[in-house]
């Protein structure tokens, strides 16, 4: 794509999308998509860093992170852009798609008996 290809979201444009996308737990701040999660702690924790940033790299779409013992913050925009585009919330919703994921009732898959990753409240 190139520069112009990409349109940069205003302010009240970005809450609108985060809404529309139901980007639950994502939020505008300092001009930068943001989710916050906990964890159960340090190995579940480096799971999630280790997620995202498969995400990133498949994407070519980096992601800055925060990392601290049971908590990770992401963080996106676009550089290239000076701002937010479509490429920061694809990659929030593949993100927010991946990490949260769990088996559905009834799949032969059990899924942890622990929080893992969850959404900080």
Same mark, same amino acid.
């Given at each position: 794509?190139?520069?112009?290809?990409?349109?940069?979201? !205003?302010?009240?444009? *970005? @809450?609108?999308?985060?809404?529309?996308?139901?980007?639950? /737990?994502?939020?505008?701040? &300092?001009?930068? $998509?943001?989710?916050?999660?906990?964890?159960?702690?340090?190995?579940?924790?480096?799971?999630?860093?280790?997620?995202?940033?498969?995400?990133?790299?498949?994407?070519?779409?980096?992601?800055?992170?925060?990392? !601290?013992?049971?908590? *990770? @913050?992401?963080?996106?925009?676009?550089?290239?852009?000076? /701002?937010?585009?479509?490429? &920061?919330?694809? $990659?929030?919703?593949?993100?927010?798609?991946?990490?949260?994921?769990?088996?559905?009732?009834?799949?032969?898959?059990?899924?942890?008996?622990?929080?893992?990753?969850?959404?900080?409240?």
């Amino acid at each position: 794509m190139d520069k112009q290809d990409l349109k940069v979201y !205003t302010e009240p444009e *970005v @809450t609108a999308r985060i809404a529309e996308l139901k980007l639950d /737990g994502w939020y505008l701040e &300092d001009g930068w $998509l943001r989710r916050k999660y906990n964890t159960d702690g340090w190995q579940a924790t480096m799971l999630l860093v280790n997620a995202v940033a498969f995400l990133c790299e498949a994407a070519w779409h980096h992601a800055d992170l925060s990392v !601290t013992w049971a908590k *990770v @913050t992401v963080k996106l925009m676009t550089h290239s852009h000076g /701002g937010i585009t479509d490429k &920061d919330f694809a $990659l929030a919703q593949k993100i927010e798609e991946t990490v949260l994921w769990r088996p559905p009732e009834g799949s032969p898959l059990t899924g942890t008996p622990h929080k893992f990753v969850h959404v900080k409240k």
